[in-house]
């Protein structure tokens, strides 16, 4: 039986079948991230940032706490004031959805039931985000984003 010997072209087949490995899996994590990117958080961030201590200011002002739990098949979300009452505000719209995609992206019909804003939704277990722009009486705007745990 002849002897087999490692030669230069072996050693390049080894070579550049590692390195196209390394690559192929490079490309397939980056056009993930790509694909699941869920978008910029403001258009201008130069603008923003100009006019963000002065919005926070005013939110901090209006002594809110949020808060947000998922039981019995619904999501419930509290606003509460500096003294622990519910606060029942002019406008409110949120985008519930995961921190890393937005193909679950929902806008829950929430509804105010005196002590705080509830809809009916499943969700699956897991790490959700609530994307939350309020309006006080007094037109203050008020933005968070609210983490959600549901436990499995």
Do not use: C
């Amino acid at each position: 039986m002849a002897e087999r010997r490692f030669t230069g072209r072996h050693a390049a087949f080894v070579f550049v079948g590692a390195f196209g490995v390394i690559i192929a899996v490079n490309a397939l994590l980056a056009w993930s991230a790509v694909r699941t990117f869920p978008g910029l958080e403001v258009k201008n961030s130069y603008v923003a940032s100009q006019e963000f201590d002065a919005r926070k200011a005013a939110q901090v002002a209006l002594g809110w706490t949020v808060s947000a739990r998922h039981q019995g098949g619904l999501l419930i979300l509290s606003i509460t004031d500096d003294d622990g009452a519910p606060v029942r505000v002019a406008s409110l719209d949120t985008v519930l959805g995961r921190a890393t995609h937005v193909k679950d992206d929902v806008r829950p019909a929430l509804q105010f039931d005196g002590t705080a804003y509830v809809a009916p939704i499943e969700l699956a277990p897991g790490n959700w985000n609530i994307r939350m722009a309020a309006t006080a009486a007094d037109g203050t705007a008020f933005t968070q984003r609210v983490v959600l745990q549901v436990k499995g």
